[in-house]
Protein backbone atom coordinates (compact mmCIF):
# COMPACT_ATOMS: atom_id res chain seq x y z
CA UNK A 1 0.00 0.00 0.00
CA UNK A 2 2.91 2.58 1.24
CA UNK A 3 4.63 1.69 -2.35
CA UNK A 4 0.96 2.41 -4.40
CA UNK A 5 0.76 5.80 -2.41
CA UNK A 6 4.43 6.84 -3.15
CA UNK A 7 3.81 5.86 -7.32
CA UNK A 8 0.38 7.85 -7.25
CA UNK A 9 2.65 10.72 -5.64
CA UNK A 10 4.95 10.36 -8.03
CA UNK A 11 2.18 10.46 -10.80
CA UNK A 12 1.18 13.44 -9.61
CA UNK A 13 4.39 15.11 -8.91
CA UNK A 14 5.05 14.15 -12.95
CA UNK A 15 1.82 15.56 -13.97
CA UNK A 16 2.60 18.97 -11.98
CA UNK A 17 5.47 19.59 -13.45
CA UNK A 18 4.82 18.63 -17.39
CA UNK A 19 1.79 21.04 -17.37
CA UNK A 20 4.44 23.75 -15.65
CA UNK A 21 6.62 23.06 -18.01
CA UNK A 22 4.47 23.41 -21.00
CA UNK A 23 2.67 26.58 -19.57
CA UNK A 24 6.56 28.40 -19.37
CA UNK A 25 7.45 27.14 -22.89
CA UNK A 26 4.21 28.48 -24.28
CA UNK A 27 4.82 31.12 -21.90
CA UNK A 28 8.23 31.62 -23.78
CA UNK A 29 6.61 30.98 -27.29
CA UNK A 30 4.45 34.50 -26.83
CA UNK A 31 7.31 36.72 -25.57
CA UNK A 32 9.08 35.78 -28.55
CA UNK A 33 6.66 36.29 -31.04
CA UNK A 34 5.76 39.77 -29.63
CA UNK A 35 9.61 40.88 -30.02
CA UNK A 36 8.94 39.57 -33.14
CA UNK A 37 6.64 41.74 -33.81
CA UNK A 38 8.11 44.39 -32.09
CA UNK A 39 10.85 44.57 -34.87
CA UNK A 40 9.24 44.07 -37.40
CA UNK A 41 7.02 46.74 -36.48
CA UNK A 42 10.13 49.17 -35.89
CA UNK A 43 11.20 48.22 -39.71
CA UNK A 44 7.79 49.50 -40.62
CA UNK A 45 8.14 52.59 -38.82
CA UNK A 46 11.38 53.30 -40.38
CA UNK A 47 10.14 52.75 -43.59
CA UNK A 48 7.58 55.50 -42.95
CA UNK A 49 10.22 57.85 -41.81
CA UNK A 50 12.53 57.23 -44.62
CA UNK A 51 9.82 57.33 -47.33
CA UNK A 52 6.93 59.35 -45.70
CA UNK A 53 4.11 56.42 -46.76
CA UNK A 54 3.83 52.56 -46.00
CA UNK A 55 4.78 49.85 -47.79
CA UNK A 56 2.99 49.02 -50.80
CA UNK A 57 1.18 45.08 -50.59
CA UNK A 58 2.42 44.03 -53.86
CA UNK A 59 4.50 46.36 -56.58
CA UNK A 60 4.89 43.76 -59.46
CA UNK A 61 6.07 46.11 -61.91
CA UNK A 62 9.31 46.99 -59.74
CA UNK A 63 11.27 46.02 -62.08
CA UNK A 64 10.28 48.38 -65.17
CA UNK A 65 10.73 51.04 -62.54
CA UNK A 66 7.18 51.21 -60.57
CA UNK A 67 7.45 53.02 -57.48
CA UNK A 68 11.37 52.48 -56.87
CA UNK A 69 11.21 53.42 -53.07
CA UNK A 70 9.15 50.13 -53.25
CA UNK A 71 10.15 46.11 -53.09
CA UNK A 72 8.14 43.99 -54.70
CA UNK A 73 6.28 42.95 -51.59
CA UNK A 74 6.03 45.12 -48.14
CA UNK A 75 7.64 41.67 -46.59
CA UNK A 76 10.74 42.38 -49.03
CA UNK A 77 10.46 46.18 -48.37
CA UNK A 78 10.33 45.74 -44.22
CA UNK A 79 13.29 42.92 -45.00
CA UNK A 80 15.10 45.85 -46.94
CA UNK A 81 14.87 47.68 -43.90
CA UNK A 82 16.14 44.90 -41.43
CA UNK A 83 19.32 44.58 -43.71
CA UNK A 84 18.47 40.77 -43.87
CA UNK A 85 18.05 38.09 -47.28
CA UNK A 86 14.90 36.51 -48.02
CA UNK A 87 15.64 33.59 -50.47
CA UNK A 88 12.32 31.58 -52.05
CA UNK A 89 9.75 32.92 -49.18
CA UNK A 90 12.16 30.73 -46.60
CA UNK A 91 10.82 32.59 -43.53
CA UNK A 92 13.25 32.44 -40.67
CA UNK A 93 14.37 34.19 -37.51
CA UNK A 94 12.07 37.41 -36.35
CA UNK A 95 9.57 36.36 -39.65
CA UNK A 96 8.79 33.21 -37.50
CA UNK A 97 6.30 32.80 -34.69
CA UNK A 98 7.52 29.81 -32.79
CA UNK A 99 4.20 28.95 -31.45
CA UNK A 100 2.77 28.28 -35.05
CA UNK A 101 2.37 24.91 -36.68
CA UNK A 102 2.66 24.88 -40.18
CA UNK A 103 -1.07 23.99 -42.16
CA UNK A 104 -0.41 20.45 -43.84
CA UNK A 105 -1.23 21.32 -47.09
CA UNK A 106 1.07 23.78 -47.57
CA UNK A 107 4.53 22.30 -48.57
CA UNK A 108 6.80 25.47 -48.68
CA UNK A 109 7.14 27.47 -45.36
CA UNK A 110 4.46 29.87 -44.88
CA UNK A 111 3.96 33.52 -43.67
CA UNK A 112 3.63 33.55 -39.71
CA UNK A 113 2.85 37.57 -39.85
CA UNK A 114 0.60 39.25 -41.78
CA UNK A 115 0.50 43.55 -42.88
CA UNK A 116 -2.59 44.93 -42.48
CA UNK A 117 -2.77 45.74 -46.10
CA UNK A 118 -6.07 46.40 -46.67
CA UNK A 119 -8.32 46.85 -43.54
CA UNK A 120 -11.98 45.86 -43.42
CA UNK A 121 -13.28 44.36 -46.67
CA UNK A 122 -15.95 43.25 -48.79
CA UNK A 123 -17.51 41.45 -51.48
CA UNK A 124 -17.29 43.83 -54.42
CA UNK A 125 -15.23 46.36 -52.88
CA UNK A 126 -12.67 47.57 -54.07
CA UNK A 127 -10.93 50.75 -52.59
CA UNK A 128 -8.64 49.34 -49.58
CA UNK A 129 -8.60 50.95 -45.66
CA UNK A 130 -5.83 49.50 -45.10
CA UNK A 131 -2.32 50.24 -45.27
CA UNK A 132 -0.81 48.53 -48.22
CA UNK A 133 -2.39 51.25 -50.63
CA UNK A 134 -5.57 52.93 -51.60
CA UNK A 135 -7.04 49.77 -53.77
CA UNK A 136 -7.31 46.22 -53.08
CA UNK A 137 -5.03 43.64 -54.89
CA UNK A 138 -6.46 42.41 -57.83
CA UNK A 139 -5.99 39.55 -60.21
CA UNK A 140 -3.87 39.88 -62.41
CA UNK A 141 -1.68 41.04 -59.88
CA UNK A 142 -2.75 44.88 -59.93
CA UNK A 143 -0.86 47.02 -57.89
CA UNK A 144 -2.61 48.44 -55.10
CA UNK A 145 -1.30 51.92 -55.89
CA UNK A 146 -1.05 54.50 -55.02
CA UNK A 147 1.00 54.15 -51.45
CA UNK A 148 -0.63 55.18 -48.06
CA UNK A 149 0.62 59.06 -46.77
CA UNK A 150 1.54 58.03 -42.78
CA UNK A 151 -0.73 61.13 -42.70
CA UNK A 152 -3.65 58.87 -43.75
CA UNK A 153 -3.62 57.09 -40.74
CA UNK A 154 -5.46 59.42 -38.11
CA UNK A 155 -5.08 57.42 -35.34
CA UNK A 156 -1.92 55.58 -34.97
CA UNK A 157 -1.95 54.24 -31.77
CA UNK A 158 -5.15 52.56 -32.76
CA UNK A 159 -4.13 51.60 -36.19
CA UNK A 160 -3.15 47.46 -36.41
CA UNK A 161 -0.31 47.59 -38.50
CA UNK A 162 1.02 44.09 -38.23
CA UNK A 163 0.17 40.97 -36.35
CA UNK A 164 -0.22 37.19 -36.66
CA UNK A 165 -0.91 35.80 -40.10
CA UNK A 166 -5.02 35.66 -39.88
CA UNK A 167 -7.66 36.70 -41.81
CA UNK A 168 -10.71 36.12 -40.65
CA UNK A 169 -15.27 37.43 -40.33
CA UNK A 170 -18.09 36.55 -38.22
CA UNK A 171 -15.44 33.91 -36.00
CA UNK A 172 -14.06 32.20 -38.76
CA UNK A 173 -9.85 32.47 -38.84
CA UNK A 174 -7.79 31.38 -41.64
CA UNK A 175 -4.00 31.16 -40.78
CA UNK A 176 -1.18 30.79 -43.37
CA UNK A 177 -1.64 34.07 -44.90
CA UNK A 178 0.26 37.20 -45.75
CA UNK A 179 -1.99 39.69 -44.25
CA UNK A 180 -3.97 40.58 -41.11
CA UNK A 181 -7.35 41.40 -42.44
CA UNK A 182 -11.04 41.06 -41.36
CA UNK A 183 -13.16 40.07 -44.25
CA UNK A 184 -16.61 38.84 -45.03
CA UNK A 185 -16.44 36.63 -46.93
CA UNK A 186 -13.63 34.66 -45.28
CA UNK A 187 -14.10 30.83 -45.47
CA UNK A 188 -11.88 28.40 -43.58
CA UNK A 189 -11.34 25.09 -42.69
CA UNK A 190 -12.27 23.87 -39.26
CA UNK A 191 -8.72 22.87 -38.83
CA UNK A 192 -7.67 26.37 -39.89
CA UNK A 193 -9.81 27.86 -36.76
CA UNK A 194 -8.55 25.00 -34.88
CA UNK A 195 -4.52 26.03 -35.44
CA UNK A 196 -5.30 29.95 -35.08
CA UNK A 197 -7.10 29.60 -31.72
CA UNK A 198 -4.02 26.83 -30.04
CA UNK A 199 -1.36 29.49 -31.48
CA UNK A 200 -1.52 31.87 -28.60
CA UNK A 201 -4.71 30.03 -26.41
CA UNK A 202 -7.45 32.02 -28.55
CA UNK A 203 -5.61 35.27 -29.25
CA UNK A 204 -3.37 37.25 -31.62
CA UNK A 205 -0.33 39.09 -31.12
CA UNK A 206 -1.05 43.10 -33.04
CA UNK A 207 1.39 45.52 -33.76
CA UNK A 208 0.22 49.00 -34.16
CA UNK A 209 1.24 51.54 -36.05
CA UNK A 210 2.51 53.82 -32.63
CA UNK A 211 4.87 50.74 -32.41
CA UNK A 212 3.17 48.79 -29.13
CA UNK A 213 1.87 45.50 -29.14
CA UNK A 214 -1.33 44.23 -27.73
CA UNK A 215 -2.63 40.64 -27.35
CA UNK A 216 -6.54 40.65 -28.35
CA UNK A 217 -8.56 37.53 -28.49
CA UNK A 218 -9.22 36.34 -32.03
CA UNK A 219 -13.29 36.83 -31.00
CA UNK A 220 -12.49 40.82 -30.76
CA UNK A 221 -10.97 40.86 -34.26
CA UNK A 222 -12.99 38.96 -36.44
CA UNK A 223 -16.03 38.48 -35.07
CA UNK A 224 -17.05 41.55 -32.21
CA UNK A 225 -18.68 44.37 -33.50
CA UNK A 226 -18.23 47.08 -31.38
CA UNK A 227 -17.15 50.33 -32.95
CA UNK A 228 -13.76 50.21 -30.74
CA UNK A 229 -12.95 46.81 -32.30
CA UNK A 230 -13.42 47.90 -36.02
CA UNK A 231 -11.82 51.12 -36.53
CA UNK A 232 -8.48 49.77 -35.38
CA UNK A 233 -8.84 48.17 -38.75
CA UNK A 234 -9.60 51.01 -40.80
CA UNK A 235 -6.85 54.41 -41.39
CA UNK A 236 -9.62 56.92 -41.30
CA UNK A 237 -10.28 54.85 -38.00
CA UNK A 238 -14.19 54.89 -39.05
CA UNK A 239 -15.92 51.78 -38.46
CA UNK A 240 -17.53 50.99 -41.57
CA UNK A 241 -20.17 48.87 -40.32
CA UNK A 242 -21.44 48.50 -44.44
CA UNK A 243 -18.59 46.02 -44.62
CA UNK A 244 -19.39 43.76 -42.24
Known sequence: MEVLVVVVSVGILVALLLASISKGKERAQGIICVNNLRQLDSALQQFVIDKRVYPLDVNPAIKTGSYPDHSFSWIESLDAELTQTLKGRNFKGIWVCASAKQPPQLSTPFSYYGYNANGMTAQGITNSLGLG?????Q???????????EFEVIQPSEMIAIGDGFVGGSGSVRDGAAWLQRSSGTITDPADLSR????????????????????PTLKSLFEDKNDPDLVRWNRDHEPHMDRL
Do not use: I, Q, W, Y
Open 139 to 149: PPLRPPAPPVS
Open 133 to 137: GHFLR
Open 196 to 215: ANARHKGKANVAFCDGHVES
